[in-house]
């Protein structure tokens, strides 16, 4: 399946709303990401949003090119950016030895868990040899929804690792932190950042 329907069809309805959020980007997270790539390095954005990591890291003079799976919530991102934003769906990613960086905050989260895997695979043979890859979850024992009927895969650390296994990432590190989201709840995340 790749995507979830019900999960795709919140973000189209409340693109809007979750455009509008007045949330800043989370710069440690990112700071982190890109000190492992040279200087103006190619960057893709998977589920980028309203753009706002997007634009943290166009503002630090990295190559951005910003994808969100939801067409509203990508003609929204290319409004505030001013640059192309791509509608792209995890399982339409084809690229080859192409980016320096893959960026994915808060999106990867919501593929099924029996389809995770391949979508890391995905993102290997997108990235570069030494290329970078950075992805966040919310933290949980088992698959579930929210209360906006989002779907989420809600991994563990060991559960992680086991996704990321097969597809060959030379240096994969995961840290636990406290945040929030859209639901305005506390969360316990868990912040992936792989190597190829």
């Known amino acids: 399946m790749t995507q979830d329907d019900r999960t795709l069809s919140f973000y189209t309805q409340r693109a809007s709303a979750y455009a509008a959020r007045t949330e800043y980007a989370n710069s440690k997270q990112i700071e982190a990401f890109l000190s492992l790539l040279p200087a103006g390095a190619t960057i893709l954005e998977l589920g980028c949003g309203s753009g706002r990591d997007s634009e943290f890291m166009i503002g630090r003079g990295f190559d951005l090119h910003p994808t969100d799976g939801t067409p509203e919530l990508a003609q929204a991102a290319q409004q505030r950016l001013g640059i192309p934003v791509a509608t792209l769906l995890f399982a339409d990613l084809d690229a080859d030895d192409a ?76 840290t636990t932190r406290m945040g929030g989201g859209y639901d305005g709840k506390p969360t316990e995340w868990l912040h992936v950042t792989a190597v190829k």
């Open 99 to 174: 980016y320096e960086g893959i960026w994915a905050n808060a999106c990867l989260l919501h593929v099924p868990r029996p389809d995770l895997p391949g979508i890391l695979s995905k993102v290997h043979t997108a990235l570069k040899k030494g290329g970078a890859f950075y992805a966040s979850f919310k933290a949980g024992d088992t698959e579930g929804r929210d209360q906006f009927d989002r779907y989420y895969n809600y991994p563990s650390e060991r559960l992680l690792r086991r996704w990321y296994a097969p597809s060959g990432w030379t240096n994969i590190d995961i």
